[in-house]
């Protein structure tokens, strides 16, 4: 490498390294897409605004002590449109979503809130499908949805219904997860094929005339993480959810200032989305999640941890996709499936379709 | 201007330019009116761009070129040159 | 993935890299052109340079039809799109691309309906369900996607749909590589050439840059082994002494292209005289308007557009990189004032772009990363 070029790539890493400052005027669709965007959007104004040690760890839940008991909360606020779709609907999306954030910290689900922002007009037999997804789905999870709140806006202003759904649990095991305690040798996992959500969204949309028998992939971790927890000890799990298993191993190494190295032949993706992202353009890295979990473990439990999640039905497809190393610290590598290499850095914004 | 994909013919509508395409098991109408002069049956493989297709994939060319490939690397002149010292 | 696995064989990758690096002269440096932005696009992201030896250079051209397009046509555009009762529709590598005063996106967020589509069959079916609005479709792409354009126009005039119309920013090859090979101080040895447009146009007309320039060429496919043979055949031509147009993706390009699709294009565009090419300046006779015929779905006719001639920010230099000349990391503000959050320049924001291609791909040496990855 010339030495231009090595400056250059120092120039970009120190400015990497920089805080985040929010130039844009107006909130664009980018900053809801969990990529740089995002980040942005939420270490320069939030973060800023809210900072506390706990919002500080910029994990998916935030753990605290109440009276020697570690309770965990997250919130999480559901938008997809179309609400229903193959595999599920918003009412699935707004259960699982709260309580997977609670589950990859080890914590087991206790309650839900759920806040629903209606639109004038919105056909309140859809409505009820939604509320009885939510109930099946709190029931399959092992919680109760123990309050709530129902607002209506002018027609136009929402689109059909949006829910904010916030959940707490407690941690009962003896476990401290998050992605700062990962380390080189550390071996990453992931609970079965991705972006089955993210695309079959991207398709039931109907604007790309796209047809598949795809289903999202939307489903409560718990008994997974269970299983994984009795079986291995765990670093750090993130489900990937918007932005993709790219986005969440990106978060977790510049969290942990490691490299992660991906194999990414080993990554299970099904023929379908493969198929979809090859027509679209989009690389599967990316696309959303909705029923799967990233786990990283110490490198020599690795087989441990793989046999504990594929003898789960949640997990029947899991696979060892890659490894911690320490250097270049905070970046994803991959080696790619024809053998060359290539960084798989953080998107700034959606994933979009692109012709060229 | 590239992104153009191999997909197979699974069905053609009657009386259209369209035909149903099918890659990796995602479906989607394709136009193949570029394609007039090919005689498409269901079974081909067309190559598709922005929803229509540019061109029919010539299968034995694929296996021509493969072919090609398989023999230029270093185990087959190893192979050759094994020969040739036995002979 | 049929056509498409095979054709990504690691163990064929590897022998093919045996083969190039036996091939290759020590004593020579060797620079080759991929044209196509989505030949740059597959090397970065297969990670092909790590299959070539260190005397092979890969120069990225400026066949990435988004990247030349000038900051006053995105301008034109989200004009049109405010205009009442308009959607105005495009593919999804047009949604950041910045113009004078934003990109599509940030025109959305101010209320413009602009909406995606993966085909202009599908504008064209927007188009037929919303029969009160006035459909727009922002047509880009070489001669790969103008004959797609083509056919809705035909279809649009079959069906009498009035509430249609293409704003047409359709550009030709063929001079984005005569502006290259006119460009003074750049040395190059031979030319990967854009596979999918040579379905539509043939390999006939690269003749010029043999006859004329005396450099191979050889048109090339989109897969990894693809690329590998291509260069391999470039190695070859070189070191017998040859100076061709060949070509190595058969199994799809036609010599003689496709006569239908040219036959389509024909009818319903025309070349403009000249055209403005970001960072290449004014190119005579290398874009495409449409036909008298069908004049009714001009945009440009139908919308009176600002039209102003937006210069380039004086930092970018997108131009120099787009020809080749500069690679991504020497342009002044590669990874500082231009980042793919904060793009200045089209080679950052597109998704083949050289620039955006070597910041989110490449960034780090080959070495480095290869050392990390084994």
């Not at chain 3, 064929?12 to 020579?28: C, K, T, W």
Request: proline share 6%; aromatic share 6%; glycine share 10%.
């Amino acid at each position: 490498m010339s030495d231009l070029e090595r400056t250059v790539l120092e120039r970009i890493e120190r400015a990497r390294r920089r805080k985040p400052a929010l130039a844009d005027e107006r909130v664009t669709m980018a900053h809801g897409a969990g990529g740089k965007a995002t980040h942005t959007l939420v270490s320069a104004l939030f973060l800023e605004a809210f900072r506390n040690p706990l919002l500080e760890r910029m994990e998916d839940q935030a753990v605290f002590a109440v009276n020697g008991s570690r309770l965990a909360i997250t919130t999480d606020s559901f938008v997809v449109s179309p609400l229903f779709f193959p595999g599920g609907s918003i009412g699935d999306l707004a259960v699982n979503g709260s309580v997977n954030d609670l589950s990859v910290a080890g914590a087991r689900p206790l309650y839900l809130t759920a806040g629903f922002i209606l639109e004038e007009g919105f056909p309140t037999a859809d409505l009820r499908r939604i509320v009885q997804a939510m109930s099946a789905a709190a029931g399959a999870a092992g919680v109760s949805i123990a309050a709530g709140d129902t607002k209506v806006v002018e027609r136009g202003k929402a689109d059909g219904c949006f829910i904010n759904t916030a959940a707490v649990g407690v941690i009962e095991r003896d476990v401290c997860l998050g992605a700062a305690s990962i380390r080189p040798g550390d071996a990453v996992l992931v609970s079965g094929p991705i972006g089955d959500h993210g695309v079959t969204i991207m398709l039931a949309r109907g604007e790309l005339d796209l047809d598949s028998a795809l289903v999202s992939d939307t489903a409560p971790l718990c008994g997974l993480v269970d299983c994984l927890l009795d079986a291995a000890p765990v670093r750090a799990m993130r489900d990937p959810t918007r932005g993709g298993v790219a986005t969440v191993l990106n978060e977790m190494a510049a969290a942990a200032g490691v490299a992660i190295a991906v194999d990414e032949a080993a990554v299970p993706v099904r023929a379908e989305v493969r198929g979809a992202c090859e027509i679209l353009g989009i690389d599967p890295l990316y696309a959303a999640c909705e029923g799967r979990l990233v786990a990283v473990v110490p490198g020599k439990a690795a087989e441990a941890a793989l046999g504990a999640m594929r003898g789960h039905p949640l997990g029947a497809g899991a696979a060892i996709i890659g490894e911690v190393r320490g250097d270049p610290p905070g970046l994803v590598l991959l080696k790619t499936q024809f053998g060359g290499t290539r960084i798989a850095d953080m998107l700034v914004g959606d994933p979009l379709p692109r012709i060229c | 201007m590239c992104l153009a994909i191999p997909g197979q013919i699974v069905g053609l509508v009657p009386g259209t330019d369209l035909a149903d395409a099918d890659v990796s098991g995602v479906k989607r109408k394709v136009n193949v009116g570029l394609l007039d002069d090919e005689r498409l049956a269901p079974g081909d493989w067309i190559l598709i761009h922005v929803g229509f297709a540019l061109s029919k994939i010539d299968e034995q060319e694929a296996r021509a070129t493969l072919e090609l490939l398989e023999t230029l690397g270093p185990a087959f002149t190893d192979d050759l040159n094994a020969l040739r010292e036995e002979e | 993935m049929r056509f498409v696995d095979e054709f990504r064989d690691s163990g064929l990758g590897r022998e093919l890299a045996a083969e190039i690096a036996r091939l290759a002269d020590p004593r020579r440096h060797y620079r080759f052109m991929e044209v196509c932005g989505g030949h740059t696009h597959t090397i970065y992201k297969h990670g092909i340079e790590d299959f070539l030896p260190p005397n092979i250079t890969l120069v990225h051209g400026p066949g990435c039809p988004v990247c030349v397009i000038p900051m006053g046509r995105v301008d034109d555009a989200i004009h049109i799109a405010s205009e009442p009762g308009v959607i105005l529709t495009c593919f999804g590598d047009m949604m950041r691309v910045p113009g004078g005063r934003g990109s599509f996106l940030d025109a959305k967020a101010a209320g413009a309906d602009i909406r995606m589509v993966y085909s202009p069959a599908d504008a064209l079916a927007i188009a037929r369900r919303e029969p009160a609005r006035r459909v727009v479709f922002m047509a880009i792409g070489f001669e790969t996607t103008a004959p797609s354009t083509a056919l809705t126009l035909r279809a649009a005039a079959r069906a009498g749909i009035r509430n249609f119309s293409v704003f047409c920013n359709h550009v030709t090859i063929v001079p984005a590589i005569k502006a290259i090979l006119d460009s003074p101080g750049l040395r190059l040895d031979g030319f990967l050439g854009p596979g999918h447009v040579s379905t539509v146009i043939g390999c006939r007309p690269y003749r010029f840059i043999v006859d004329a320039f005396h450099r191979p060429v050889v048109v090339s496919g989109f897969e990894p082994l693809d690329i590998l043979q291509s260069i391999y055949m470039l190695l070859k031509q070189l070191s017998e002494g040859r100076c061709e147009v060949e070509n190595q993706y058969t199994r799809v390009v036609p010599w003689d292209g496709n006569p239908r699709a040219i036959e389509a294009i024909r009818e319903t565009m025309k070349l403009r005289p000249f055209f403005e090419w970001r960072g290449l300046g004014f190119i005579s006779e290398s874009a495409l308007e449409l036909a008298e015929a069908y004049a009714a779905f001009d945009a440009e006719r139908i919308f009176r557009l600002p039209g102003v001639r937006v210069a380039d920010p004086k930092a970018c230099q997108c131009g120099e990189v787009l020809k080749g000349v500069l690679k991504p990391w020497e342009c002044k503000v590669f990874g500082t004032a231009c980042t793919p959050e904060t793009p200045i320049g089209t080679c950052m924001v597109s998704s083949e772009g050289a620039c955006a291609a070597y910041y989110n791909f490449g960034r780090f040496t080959r070495e480095r990363v290869r050392e990390a990855v084994r």
